[in-house]
């Protein structure tokens, strides 16, 4: 299930993990050691986030296993997003128990996990990217959410900023 890295369909989380992995970098604080970036590009379960889940949390171990700091996963992956009816039955709100679960079990280790979910907030559904660190969500949002968070002008400080709070 594991995908070694490749860009396959550039978004928001594909686009910052990379960043931080060294290709925008700045030169007067230089990296110490190598980054390991791991990119999952696989088939998700339409509209099944416990499925969805359970791939994630595989991919997760494999990604420690492999020494990685960073692992991102597609847009909607944890929902779907191949048609309304899937993204409906998959889509989560931020106070989910499966996914407040997820969330916690991250204080077991130190990667960066980027997860893409489509995000429930009343009636209303939000394409959203969530940066899962160390028992925490850093942040959640679109790319204009993060970036108001942050108060950054580009992406990549948006992402500089929200890992260098963890």
Known sequence: MYASPRL????LTLLGVLWLAGAGHCPAHPLEA?????VYQGPCQEGDFAANLATV???????????SQF???????????????AVQRGARGLDDSELQGFIRESNGHDLVVLAGLARRSGTSLFNTV?????????????????????????LEEAFVRIIGGA
């Open 130 to 154: 969530l940066v899962i660190h160390r028992g925490r969500l850093l942040a959640q949002g679109s790319l204009s959410e993060l970036l108001a968070l942050t108060s950054a002008e580009d």
């Open 8 to 11: 396959v369909r550039p978004g």
């Open 71 to 85: 692992l991102a996963f597609p847009e909607c992956f944890l929902s779907g997003y191949e048609g309304r009816e």
């Open 34 to 38: 190598p980054v390991v970036v791991s």
């Open 57 to 67: 949390r595989t991919v997760v171990s494999q990604a420690r296993e492999r020494g």
